[in-house]
């Protein structure tokens, strides 16, 4: 082991460490309040606690580099940057520090490059373990706000048998925001992607859309809702992105097809009518006619 990779691990090991003693403060906090049956602890303590830890981490001398954490990233070169990633993926239990995230990004398109690359060729393994490294670069793809990471996204999805892979791929999309709409909307009007991607890239764009709507983006939704299967996904799609719009789509699916679903996805769709703000009281499910 070179004398680097030793140096790379010190960094994310102990970076590890102080987040662990964040949590330890939390969970000493709760205790502390075990007698009171109504008061437990509050995400923004554990926050505190976190970036507490955090704060310290960065201030710290790390024992063998000699160096503060930004310090020794600020003599670290790409290569060894994108060394440090497949190590820190391995080391963290959560994501990585954000200095190093920051360190990695402002590398612009060739870290775009790098993350992409790791996607591409790791998004469709079996294993688990195996995950872990494309699940970390996805994350990091969608905090770039670019259009040119969609495709990448979009491909994971589709090609990842993974339920993480496409919930953090569905995840970062999100993230991108409306920069991701323009992709989006091109590979659903292409129509070659499966149902199950379909469906995953349509929840993206429904979160995506509520801040940025458009005709073009509830045609799509809308046209989504009559070609897909599952009904249900794609009301509550429709629901969330909140065009009024919507509701005859619904309401008309409902009336038409309600005696032949069953009554989970009836009143899950109803749920979708109510939350746009539509008539919910004759939407009653009619028990199919015996023959």
């Known amino acids: 082991m070179n004398q680097n990779h030793e140096y790379?691990?010190?960094?994310?090991?102990?970076?590890?460490?102080?987040m662990q003693s964040g949590y330890n403060a939390y969970i000493t906090i709760t205790e502390k309040r075990k007698g009171d049956r109504y008061v437990s602890g509050k995400e923004c303590e554990l926050q505190e606690c976190l970036?507490?830890?955090y704060r310290k981490w960065l201030s710290m001398q790390l024992v063998n580099i000699g160096q503060t954490p930004s310090e020794y990233l600020e003599t670290t070169e790409f290569n060894e940057i994108k060394d440090m990633f497949s190590i820190g993926a391995e080391i963290c239990d959560d994501d990585f520090p954000e200095v190093y995230i920051e360190k990695l990004l402002s590398y612009g398109n060739e870290a775009m490059d790098f993350l992409i690359?790791?996607?591409?060729?790791?998004?469709?393994?079996?294993?688990?373990?195996?995950?872990?490294?494309?699940?970390?670069?996805?994350?990091?793809?969608?905090?770039?706000?670019?259009?040119?990471?969609?495709?990448?996204?979009?491909?994971?999805?589709?090609?990842?048998?993974?339920?993480?892979?496409?919930?953090?791929?569905?995840?970062?999309?999100?993230?991108?925001?409306?920069?991701?709409?323009?992709?989006?909307?091109?590979?659903?009007?292409?129509?070659?992607?499966?149902?199950?991607?379909?469906?995953?890239?349509?929840?993206?764009?429904?979160?995506?859309?509520?801040?940025?709507?458009?005709?073009?983006?509830?045609?799509?939704?809308?046209?989504?809702?009559?070609e897909l299967t599952?009904?249900?996904?794609?009301?509550?799609?429709?629901?969330?992105?909140?065009?009024?719009?919507?509701?005859?789509?619904?309401?008309?699916?409902?009336?038409?097809?309600?005696?032949?679903?069953?009554?989970?996805?009836?009143?899950?769709?109803?749920?979708s009518v109510r939350q746009l703000g539509g008539r919910i009281d004759d939407l009653k499910q009619v028990p199919k006619k015996s023959e």
């Open 230 to 271: 599952d009904k249900v996904v794609i009301a509550s799609c429709l629901a969330e992105y909140g065009d009024g719009r919507a509701i005859p789509t619904l309401r008309g699916f409902l009336l038409k097809n309600g005696e032949d679903m069953g009554r989970g996805a009836f009143y899950d769709i109803v749920g």
């Open 51 to 53: 970036d507490k830890a």
């Open 117 to 226: 690359e790791i996607t591409n060729s790791k998004a469709a393994v079996a294993s688990i373990d195996e995950l872990i490294q494309p699940v970390q670069a996805i994350k990091l793809l969608g905090r770039f706000r670019a259009e040119r990471v969609v495709l990448p996204l979009i491909n994971a999805i589709e090609h990842s048998a993974s339920e993480l892979i496409q919930e953090t791929a569905r995840d970062a999309l999100v993230n991108i925001g409306p920069a991701a709409v323009d992709g989006i909307l091109i590979e659903l009007n292409a129509k070659n992607r499966s149902d199950e991607a379909w469906e995953n890239i349509v929840m993206s764009l429904a979160k995506i859309g509520r801040d940025c709507p458009s005709d073009e983006i509830f045609s799509v939704l809308k046209k989504a809702f009559y």
């Open 8 to 18: 790379h691990e010190e960094f994310f090991q102990s970076f590890n460490i102080e």
